[in-house]
């Protein structure tokens, strides 16, 4: 993700950079790549407002093992990225 003063910031999953562009209270440009496809998707947040192509969906899973780091990092990042 871009923040609006140039700033590059890089992320592990979707849910991290929509909560960056939360604590950071600014606008941002952010570009994914999703799983399978060979052009990224372009995301904005504008005025704490998220706008994103019609048909852009974000996974979020629902049991994550999130007892140890690692669980998080096995049972929730790979499977929270934002594709069409």
């Not at 399978?36 to 049991?63: C, F, I, K, N, S």
Request: proline share 11%; charged share 15%.
């Amino acid at each position: 993700m871009h923040t609006a003063g140039g700033v590059r910031i890089f992320t592990r999953c979707a849910l991290d950079t929509l909560l960056a562009a939360w604590i950071l209270n600014g606008n941002i440009d952010i570009a994914t790549t999703p799983p399978g496809e060979a052009q990224p998707l372009h995301l904005t947040v504008r005025d704490g407002h998220l706008q994103a192509p019609p048909d852009a969906v974000l996974a979020v899973p629902t049991q994550p093992d999130v007892q140890k780091a690692e669980g998080i990092h096995r049972s929730f990042l790979p499977y929270a990225p934002v594709w069409r």
